[in-house]
Every structure is written in structure tokens, then in C-alpha cells.
């Protein structure tokens, strides 16, 4: 399925569950009447939408400090030639959530989580000595400005919205989690079972497992993990190429530090930019501001980027396109 395939019922379903999917015992149905469509209509949008791959899956995705664990987002400057063979051992560690080639000397870029950051210095010890690599970048985050993967499929956004409030993801508290809610969390972190009453449908594999959960548990409890953001997002996780947005560049910015505060929400509030962070720099890598840029054309991103830097009077950043994804998928908490 291309772009030019989506229906305007695709493009609306999506646009809802993007960033929400409706916490309710009938979801598909709820969807339906925000959209003015029919639960069946619904679900068959949805999964046709996975069937054709523009749907990757549907689920939550935990903010790893609320639940007692560490991330960071890596670089390792790699010889073009070796660049998938190493991809590949990087790819190995279950820690390892996305891994993409772009282009830069650090040309691979890689995010880790861990239950510690011993752990995550631990891992990339090991892969500078499997590699011979010393040349390695660990960014852990120090602000969080944005996290919203969410494009405009319909055009009826606004260029410019709202930033979200500002997180500073080292002073986030850790949640204590009972079994039963690290076996709920278990599920969530996978897709969303097939049917139209999914939540019911894991309350009855919690009961499979002797767990005394009943839907309306469930959904509570669900609510409650977004309410408080320990769930970042309960949505749909789309391959965007498909949906028309072909480029994505990461922008990197040397931005004055004093200034960083202020910039931050300024590059947050652009519908463009999914993600936006300060992280530390270093002495081969004089950046704090990251932005991920979505466009459907490289001329498109470059647009964005002219138009941040008219609003914070910023220099011109790096842009790292995308080359190709190596790995992307989510973080399976309480493996243990």
C-alpha cells in the first residue's frame, strides 16, 4: 500500500490512534463515533492497515525512567564498508530498540536501555571491543522537550502548536510495580490482541496465567499509567514512508547554552518535529539540540528547518538523513 492508497477513512483512523488509542472496552467503536464511522468499518481499516504494513503495531509505549530503567541515544563512527556487519552485532543486544545508518562520519545511531547505567556503559565497552571502535557517542537525555510520532494525515493541523511541559528524564520518578501490573505491562509492550474488546482479551490471558484481572482492572489501570505517563503513548506505531513521509532527518544544533531552556519548546511546538531533546555534547560532537524532522521530501525538512531557525536565531544545524533502518522495535520491560 502506497500513500495514494489510503482512503479518507484510513487517513482518519490513524490520525485517532496515532497518539491515543481509546482506552475503552470497545475501542474500535469509540474510534467510530469521534470519526463518524461504523466499530466494523473501524476494524477493518485497522487491520487492513496492518495486513498492508503501515500499521507496525498497536501498543504502549512505557517511559523507561518511570519504570526504574536508563536510556540513551549512541553514535559510532564506523567504515562504510563494515557499517551492516557491525549493525548486525549491535543489533544482538535485546537493549538495543532502534538502530539506523545515517549519514555522518558517526554514521550508525543506536538507542540503549538498561536497568542501570552501569549496565549501558557495560554493553558499550563490549562493542568497542568486538569492533576495534573506540569513537563511540553516549547521549543520554537531559531534557525532554517532545516525544509525539505523530504526522498530519489530513492536513488540518495547525504549523505550530503547543509545547509539551518540559522533562528532565534523569529526575523522573521510578513507579514500584506489582507482579500482576509487570504482567499487564508485559502485554502492552507487544500488540494489542486481534478482536474487537482487546482489553478483555488480556484480562482473560492475565487470568490464564492465575492472575485474578478482570477487564475493568485492566482499563484502570491502563488509564492510570497514562494519566501519570508511565505509558509515553498508547497508539499505533506506523511506517511513515507509507503514509507519504519519505524523509526524516536528524537535526542536530549547537545551540548557546544559556538559550537551551528557552529554544527547547520553541523547536517543540513545530507539527514536524516528533522529537526534541538536549543532550550533552562532546568534544568530537559540539551539539546539545535534537530534533527529528518528518517531511515528505527532503525539500520539506530543509523548510522546517529554515522555519526554526528563523523562530530561535539558531545557526544551521546538521541534518543526518536516514539511509536505512537496521532495527526498530520496543523495549520488553520485566523480562526477568
Known sequence: MSAAELTELDRSVLSEIQAAFPVTATPYASIGERIGASEQAVYDSVFGLKDAGVIRRIGAIFDSHRLGYHSTLCA????????????????????VTHNYLREDRYNIWFTLIAQSRE??????REIAATTGISDILDLPAIRLF???????????????GEAPPTVKPAETPAVTLSAEEKALARF??????????PFAEIADRLQGQ?????????LERIQAWVDAGVIRRLGAAIKHHKTGFAANAMGVWDCPEERVEEVGPIMASFKEVSHCYQRPSASTWPANL??????RSREECEDVVCRIREATGLPEPRLLYS????KKTSMRYFGD
Open 119 to 124: 549496565r549501558i556503559q557495560e554493553i558499550l
Open 323 to 326: 539511509v536505512r533502518e537496521f
Open 146 to 160: 517532545k516525544i509525539r510520532v505523530d504526522f498530519d494525515l489530513t492536513g488540518s493541523r495547525d504549523a505550530r
Open 76 to 95: 559510532i563512527a564506523v567504515p562504510p564498508h563494515q557499517a551492516e556487519q557491525i549493525a548486525a552485532l549491535i543489533n544482538c543486544y535485546p537493549n
Open 188 to 197: 502492552l509492550q507487544g500488540d494489542l490482541p486481534e478482536g474487537p474488546t
Open 210 to 218: 492465575g492472575i485474578d484481572a478482570g477487564e475493568a482492572w485492566v
Open 290 to 295: 535534537y530534533t527529528m524532522i518528518h517531511g
